[in-house]
């Protein structure tokens, strides 16, 4: 099982900033597929931020432009820069992990780990 663990969620008021890190844990010569989604209260979780292989970035909508995707050369750690928060963006952040398509095409290892891996999440509160 690949294990997931996002950190540098907190209280912040609008306009504010933070920095999210999720890490997920390591097996050799698998790469990982990783994204942010979140659940605000009382709605359904929803996508946020992802990034492929070639570093390309995608992002909600809702987040363009003010939040950043990154990941380390490993491809098992991602942070997530978020920027003039607003209040909607209060919400729990998780981190969701997948072994790459490639990965576990080319090892068998790598096969039996691909499926979602989901962390708890780190509580984003963004106040007025």
């Known amino acids: 099982q690949v294990q997931v663990t996002e950190s540098g969620g907190g209280s912040v008021q609008a306009g504010g900033s933070l920095r999210l890190s999720c890490k997920a844990l390591?097996?050799?010569?698998?790469?990982?597929?990783m994204a942010w989604f979140r659940q605000p209260p009382l709605k359904e979780r929803e996508f946020v931020s992802d990034?492929?292989?070639?570093?390309?970035?995608n992002y909600a909508q809702s987040v363009q432009g003010r939040f950043t995707i990154s990941q380390n050369s490993y491809r098992d750690k991602i942070w997530l820069e978020m920027t003039n928060l607003e209040p909607e963006n209060t919400a729990m952040y998780i981190c969701?992990?997948?072994?790459?398509?490639?990965?576990?095409?080319?090892?068998?290892?790598?096969?039996?780990?691909?499926?979602?891996?989901w962390g708890n999440g780190t509580l984003v509160t963004v106040s007025s």
């Open positions: 969701k992990v997948k072994v790459s398509l490639a990965s576990a095409l080319t090892n068998t290892n790598c096969r039996r780990l691909a499926v979602d891996y």
């Open positions: 390591r097996y050799p010569d698998c790469a990982y597929d």
């Open positions: 990034i492929d292989h070639r570093v390309n970035p």
